[in-house]
Each structure stands twice: as C-alpha cells, then as structure tokens.
C-alpha cells in the first residue's frame, strides 16, 4: 500500500487563474464519479489565500489494482482535456537513512493511458 500526493498544473496560469479553478472543478467531479477512487483520496486543501473552498493537491492511497485502474482512468481523462495539463505524483518514504523522495511528472499532448498508468505503476 503506497500513498502519494498528487499535484496538478495548467502551464502558463497561476494557480488562482479561473481556468485552473474550473479544471480543478471538472477533475473533482470526474473524482467524485468515481466511488472507487473517492474512498481512496484525501482533498488537500489550498494553502492560497483567496481560494476559499478550492483544493491544489490530492492524497491517494495505491491500495491495489481497483484503485489503480480508477486513477489511470480520471487522470487520463483530465489530462486529455488539455495539452497544457500536467499531474505531478510524489512519495515520501521514510526509513534509517531518512526521508526519500520519488517523483514523476505526467505531462504532453495526446497522453495515453498507458504512459498513465505505468508512471503510477512506479509507486505501487
């Protein structure tokens, strides 16, 4: 069981640009579409102010194939939408030797569901 922490992005906008915001509304509505992946996810809330209620990051626990599979597929969608889109995923593991951190960054024009799903594979 892996948990990672999920970032998303719209290149060229800030975070409080009304098209991030209704991004981040169409992500979380295809999230909540989702039971599978819902009972998996924490919604981390913004640390901006001025963005009452809005959300930037997503914690999910990797808790087997399920799960995978309903985050492959929300991903994929919300990153089809728009090539400027990009989701983030990092790692902490803590061990004798302290903290490590592993993170990949899925981003381009026409990303498949593959490519999705094997950078996720990455932190089962």
């Given amino acids: 069981?892996?948990?990672v922490r999920v970032?998303?992005?719209v290149a060229g906008l800030p975070s409080h640009h009304s098209a991030v915001s209704a991004a981040l509304a169409e992500f979380d509505a295809d999230l909540r579409s989702d039971a599978v992946l819902r009972?998996?996810?924490q919604e981390v809330p913004s640390g901006t102010s001025g963005t009452k209620g809005q959300w930037g990051d997503l914690?999910?626990?990797l808790t087997g194939p399920a799960v995978l599979a309903a985050a492959v597929r929300v991903f994929h969608l919300w990153l089809s939408?728009?090539?400027r889109r990009s989701?983030?995923?990092?790692?902490?593991v803590a061990g004798g030797d302290g903290e490590q951190r592993s993170t990949t960054t899925i981003e381009g024009e026409n990303v498949s569901d593959e490519t999705v799903r094997q950078a996720l594979e990455r932190f089962e």
């Fill in 1 to 3: 069981m892996t948990t």
């Fill in 87 to 92: 989701i983030t995923v990092t790692t902490v």
């Fill in 81 to 83: 939408r728009d090539k």
């Fill in 59 to 61: 914690v999910v626990t």
């Fill in 7 to 9: 970032t998303f992005d």
């Fill in 39 to 41: 009972a998996a996810a």
